[in-house]
């Protein structure tokens, strides 16, 4: 296992496309999570997974936005109707569970999302 | 006011220098607290945990005050290679909007 992977790296789309992002965790890790971050701010927080339940979410996170971790292993992000706005970098992280956010997060290298 | 709160900087230092960063956040129920560094278009890697009795890594001593709610960063002999983002991590339990990140302090060391 060699931390968190994502998928695409990159994405460049059209506005009003969909687009889909994967995170695939540290094995181990049973708490993933995804953020947002723009130029200049720090990581913004949009979901949070314990195993496959989604148990917060932001309200960054509109009804085009959705996120799933069907067999709490892997989970995806999915834009509907992209807008401008939605560039940014979407970064995945995962944790250890019961560690009451002691040993902080693992990341993963990210999905830079440019919408055109 | 922000909930976590840093100096942007940039801080531009020649190698060899020491440089510290502060961050201050507003909860007091707050329980954990980290530096992360990030890289230019890379994503944030934990650099070290903070500890109430302060700790040190090498080169890096990270620090907390309780009393006045801010934690700091010191880098001795700055490299080359320290140049980077430092992000200031708080964490006030389990979940995502239980952890909050800084804008963080860009930092440049120069030969």
């Known amino acids: 296992d060699t931390g968190v992977s994502q998928d695409p790296r990159h994405k460049i789309t059209k506005r009003g496309q969909n687009v889909t992002f994967r995170c695939d965790p540290i094995s181990e890790h049973n708490r993933l999570y995804w953020y947002r971050q723009t130029l200049g701010q720090g990581p913004e927080f949009l979901t949070y997974f314990q195993n496959e339940a989604q148990l917060e979410k932001s309200r960054l996170l509109s009804d085009r936005f959705s996120a799933e971790r069907p067999k709490g292993s892997f989970s995806t992000l999915e834009i509907q109707r992209t807008e401008q706005g939605d560039s940014a970098m979407y970064l995945c992280?995962?944790?250890?569970?019961?560690?009451?956010?002691?040993?902080?997060?693992?990341f993963g290298s990210g999905t830079r999302l440019t919408v055109v | 006011r922000k909930e976590v709160e840093q100096d942007p900087g940039p801080f531009n230092v020649p190698e060899g220098a020491t440089v510290a960063f502060n961050c201050t956040y507003s909860?007091?129920?707050?329980?954990?607290f980290f530096w992360y560094r990030q890289d230019c278009r890379k994503e944030p890697k934990l650099l070290m945990s903070v500890y109430s009795s302060g700790n040190e890594d090498g080169r890096f001593t990270a620090q907390l005050n309780r009393a006045s709610q801010y934690i700091s960063l010191l880098i001795r002999d700055s490299k080359l290679s320290d140049s980077a983002t430092y992000l200031c991590v708080v964490n006030m339990g389990t979940g995502g909007f239980k952890t909050i990140f800084g804008a963080g302090t860009r930092l440049f060391v120069k030969a």
């Open positions: 992280a995962s944790s250890l569970a019961g560690d009451r956010g002691l040993y902080g997060y693992t």
């Open positions: 909860n007091s129920a707050s329980q954990s």
